[in-house]
């Protein structure tokens, strides 16, 4: 399975502001996805991320509060704009196995967002 | 309304009990089911199905799909303290390849 990182694991931002995610995997790979997870509650995708093509947004999530990048196959990050206390949650990012089929998606760490 | 739903939704037992969690589905174009234990941040991956009927086995876990009846269930046999965790079912659609979540199961097991 892809090894994946995720920076920062944490972080405590005041409302208003901009973070950025980043998100790297030690091998190339054709999808990535991004995730929330508030508080208590189960995984939902806010996007897809494709190399080389602008990103592929849920119901629910825009380009504008969420903006993502994916400059290579190993490579991606997403920005929480203009942040407010309901954007605290975990944030991560995870990818395929790449081996054709149905495929298994792998995980990052995740990061802790909390909005004060 | 919910395509994935798994149930209990919470879970109290023993060190050395067995527990059976399950996970129906409602989604068109299956592609496969997921399994994953949240302990902290990370889902790890526990098991993916594809077929009906085949029993895939990690250990003390085990899981069996039925695409007729659309469910799966994840069997933790003579459970640990470390088996607590959230366990996630994520069912898979194809064409899009989006992965549906569950509300979790959260599993504590005691001493």
């Known amino acids: 399975s892809a090894v994946i990182s995720q920076k920062p694991s944490r972080d405590i931002c005041q409302r208003g502001t901009s973070l950025t995610i980043q998100c790297q995997v030690d091998s190339q790979v054709t999808m990535m996805f991004w995730y929330r997870q508030q508080p208590g509650q189960s995984l939902t995708l806010i996007a897809t991320?494709?190399?080389?093509?602008?990103?592929?947004?849920e119901s629910g999530f825009v380009i504008d509060k969420f903006p993502i990048s994916r400059p290579n196959l190993t490579f991606s990050t997403l920005t929480v704009s203009n942040m407010s206390p309901e954007d605290s949650s975990i944030y991560l990012c995870?990818?395929?196995?790449?081996?054709?089929?149905?495929?298994?998606?792998?995980f990052g760490p995740g990061t802790r967002l909390t909005v004060l | 309304e919910d395509k994935v739903v798994q149930s209990p939704l919470s879970l109290v037992v023993h060190e050395g009990d067995t527990v059976t969690l399950n996970c129906s589905y409602e989604?068109?174009?299956?592609?496969?089911l997921l399994w994953y234990k949240q302990e902290k941040k990370a889902p790890t991956f526990l098991f993916m199905l594809?077929?009906?009927?085949i029993e895939k086995k990690s250990g003390r876990l085990s899981s069996i799909l039925d695409k007729k009846e659309l469910f799966s269930i994840l069997n933790i046999t003579a459970t640990q303290t470390g088996d607590s965790a959230v366990y996630l079912c994520a069912v898979l659609e194809g064409g899009s390849e989006k992965l549906v979540f569950g509300k979790g199961t959260k599993l504590t097991v005691n001493p």
């Open positions: 989604v068109t174009n299956f592609r496969s």
């Open positions: 991320a494709n190399q080389g093509s602008e990103a592929t947004y």
């Open positions: 594809t077929s009906s009927g």
């Open positions: 995870s990818v395929d196995s790449g081996q054709g089929g149905p495929d298994t998606q792998y």
